[in-house]
C-alpha cells in the first residue's frame, strides 16, 4: 500500500486545504477516510461481469445498484479512489467494488492478468448515496464528476455516515 499513500501524500501535499475546509484535495480526503484495498481474483457469482475498459465507475456502480429482482442486490459496495495495476507506472483514479458477502474487493474493470497485483485506497459509499448521486448528476463516478458544489462540501466537511459505508 505504500505506492498508493506515497502518492497520495505528494498529491496532497501540494493542496493544502483552503481556511476552513477539512481536506485540500481529493487524495487528501482519502488518506484520512479511505480504505486500503488489495483486489482479489473475480468473485463465483454470475452477476459479476467484467465490464468495458475505461468504464471503471459506471461498471462497479453498475454492480452495486443491481435491479431489486436480482439475487446478488446489496451485494457489492462501490469503491472509488486511486488504485495502482503492476503493469501501470502510477495509481490512476479508479473504481471497483467490495464485497458484501467475503468483505473482499473485486475489479470488474481490469484483467488480474498472470500474476499482477492491483492494490488501492477508495471510499466505500452507501448504496442509496450512489443512486442519488447517480440520478442527480447522470454520471457514474463522484469525484470525476463535475458537481463541484457537492464536492466542495465533502472537502470541506468530510464524509460522514450518510455517504459513507463502514467497512467490517
Known sequence: ?????????MLAKVQPPPKGFKHGSYADLLLSAGTSAVISPPPDDPNFQVGVAGGCYGNAGQLALLPVSDLSRNRYQYVEGYAFKGDLPIPLAHAW????QTGLFHDPTWSMGDSLKIIGRGIVWKTDFLREW????????????DEWKQLSLILKHGVNSDCVATVC
Not at 500500500?1 to 501524500?9: C, R
Not at 447517480?134 to 464528476?145: A, D, N, P, Q, R
Open 1 to 9: 500500500m505504500d505506492e498508493i499513500d506515497n502518492f497520495l501524500k
Open 134 to 145: 447517480v440520478f442527480k448528476t447522470e454520471f457514474w463516478g463522484i469525484f470525476g464528476s
Open 97 to 100: 467494488v467490495r464485497d458484501r
